[in-house]
């Protein structure tokens, strides 16, 4: 099936320009090189069979964070997954030990706590924006974020 340059361009952008994101939400779930691999390609496959259905580039941002979470999501209810043990843990380089322990600190919250610091503070999303990805209310994304930087604030002085 050969499919038009301009589709093949349009994904290669797309690919260009969010697979850093898209590999970031798949660690914060996955933790593991081959599975946040395998749920990178459903993801961009997914939106290469979509490509024509967005807005803008903000609506495929956030149409791909949405994805992504429910990809992972689902890799990590099914049965399979949890009888797999990983072969090996991913090795992120970090620009400093300090840097390294904060998003130690960061993997250690609660799995609904870590999308809400990472969108918030990693993609620069605004509350009424991460209730729309998450299909939240406004108010729970609040108390949520407030909670969550609550947690991470006692993890990184625990560190300290």
């Excluded at 992504?68 to 689902?74: P, V």
């Excluded at 960061?106 to 706590?113: E, R, S, V, Y």
């Excluded at 969108?119 to 729970?140: M, R, S």
């Excluded at 609040?142 to 002085?157: F, I």
């Amino acid at each position: 099936m050969n499919q038009p340059p301009v589709a093949n361009e349009a994904i290669s952008i797309a690919i260009e320009k969010h697979a850093d994101m898209v590999r970031r939400i798949c660690f914060l779930y996955l933790k593991n090189k081959e599975d946040v691999e395998d749920v990178f390609q459903d993801v961009f496959l997914k939106l290469f069979l979509c490509m024509d259905s967005f807005a803008n580039d903000e609506h495929q941002k956030a149409w791909l964070c949405r994805v992504t979470f429910n990809k992972c999501k689902d890799l990590c209810k099914s049965s399979w997954h949890k009888r797999v043990v990983p072969l090996e843990e991913m090795e992120i380089p970090f620009a400093s030990p300090e840097e390294g322990e904060l998003v130690q600190s960061i993997l250690a919250l609660p799995l609904k706590h870590r999308e809400l610091i990472y969108l918030h503070y990693y993609e620069g999303k605004t509350i009424p924006e991460i209730a729309e990805i998450t299909q939240q209310n406004i108010n729970t994304v609040y108390s949520q974020l407030k909670r969550a930087k609550a947690r991470l604030k006692q993890k990184v002085e625990e560190l300290s």
